[in-house]
Structure formats: structure tokens, C-alpha cells
């Protein structure tokens, strides 16, 4: 049964793939396995976009046309020592993280603008701090290979934002977690503490 406290009321589904560096793509492969491959993504008008070799595994399932794809992605948080709410208990030990899970229909991109489009929303994610020629396709340095790679699109159809950072526990517990995480402060400790914060204003 799904924890509906757990799902991520008020988190920007842009916001958390924005933020999340890897993705995975789930498909059923020639064998009828489901087949999930972590991919870098960049989410860019309302899609998932990623890129790969024009021909392989991915490019089989797309190339025929539209295809049902799941995706995922996560951000993970601060890592919970079970004895931090219960003395002997060990199921309390957990990960906070953000997590997006989306179903929906992939496709290989045709386009060639789409394509560079999708590839330079992909390097600006990857890349913030520039460094390259924008890739455009009527720029030469660009149009051998965006003709020789391949650019996946995914239409979301079903989206689900999934957010854990012990809204399942009483009030005081989570305010006993903020207090460990602001003395341990290493990782995402700060940013965990600041995320459980904003569940006790609510």
C-alpha cells in the first residue's frame, strides 16, 4: 500500500529533476525482462529528454515509434541511524531522500533543433559553467554529430513526487533528528535538518 505521508505534497516536479544527477529508464527488453538503465537526463519543457548511440538496446525499443517508458529519479539525503529513535530497534534506520517517478511514452527525437535544443539543456546541467560553442544545428562543429547521436524524449503521462523525511514520526521525534543532524553536520545534514523543519510547518 502506498505511504501517502510520504508523498511529496508541495515539491516541484522540475525542482527535484533539476536536481537529481542520475535517472533511470525502465523498459521490457526482447527477452520480456523489465530493463532499468541509469542514464543521465535533463528535464526541459515538461519532458524527460537523454541521449545514447543510435542504434543498441535503447534505440531498438524507440525506433519503431512511441513506446511506454517508466523513469526515475532520486535525490538522496542524510543516512538515519536506527539508534537515534530507538535504543535497541533496528527497523527505524533509514535514507531521507526526493524522489520523481514518471510513466509515460518514449520516442526517438527526429528533429534536429529539438535535438540540439535537448543536448544543450543536457550540457547546461551537466556543465553550469559553460566552457563550449552552444550546440545549434546549422553550426557545423555540430552537424555530424547530432546526424550521429541519438536523442530520447519521454511525454510524461503519470507523474508521482515522493518526499521522506520522517513525516511519519511525532513532532518531537523529528525535532530530536534536526538536533543529531545540526551536531553531526557532514553530507546533506544541514539540508535534511532544513527539509524536516519545513514538515513541522505544515
Request: proline share 7%.
Amino acid at each position: 500500500m502506498r505511504r501517502k505521508d510520504f508523498t511529496g505534497a508541495g515539491e516541484d516536479t522540475g525542482t527535484v529533476l533539476s536536481s537529481a544527477p542520475i535517472g533511470y529508464l525502465g523498459i521490457v527488453d526482447d527477452s520480456g525482462y523489465p530493463r532499468v538503465a541509469p542514464l543521465n537526463f535533463v528535464w526541459h519543457a515538461g519532458k524527460i529528454y537523454f541521449h545514447g548511440a543510435a542504434d543498441g538496446e535503447k534505440f531498438s525499443y524507440f525506433a519503431a515509434g512511441p513506446q511506454k517508458a517508466a523513469f526515475s529519479a532520486d535525490i538522496p539525503y542524510s543516512s538515519i541511524p536506527s539508534y537515534w529513535i530507538s535504543e535497541k530497534y533496528a527497523c527505524p534506520a533509514t535514507i531521507f531522500f526526493k524522489s520523481v517517478h514518471i510513466k509515460g511514452m518514449g520516442d526517438v527525437v527526429r528533429d534536429a533543433r529539438e535535438k540540439a535544443s535537448a543536448l544543450q539543456k543536457l550540457m547546461e546541467k551537466y556543465q553550469p559553467e559553460g566552457g563550449h560553442a552552444p550546440i545549434a544545428p546549422d553550426d557545423p562543429l555540430y552537424q555530424k554529430p547530432l546526424a550521429e547521436t541519438a536523442v530520447f524524449r519521454i511525454d510524461p503521462e503519470f507523474v508521482a513526487v515522493k518526499s521522506k523525511f520522517a513525516q511519519n514520526r511525532p513532532p518531537e521525534v523529528r525535532r530530536d533528528i534536526i538536533a543529531r543532524l545540526e551536531v553531526r553536520n557532514e553530507g546533506m545534514d544541514k539540508k535534511t535538518a532544513e527539509e524536516i523543519r519545513k514538515t513541522l510547518e505544515t
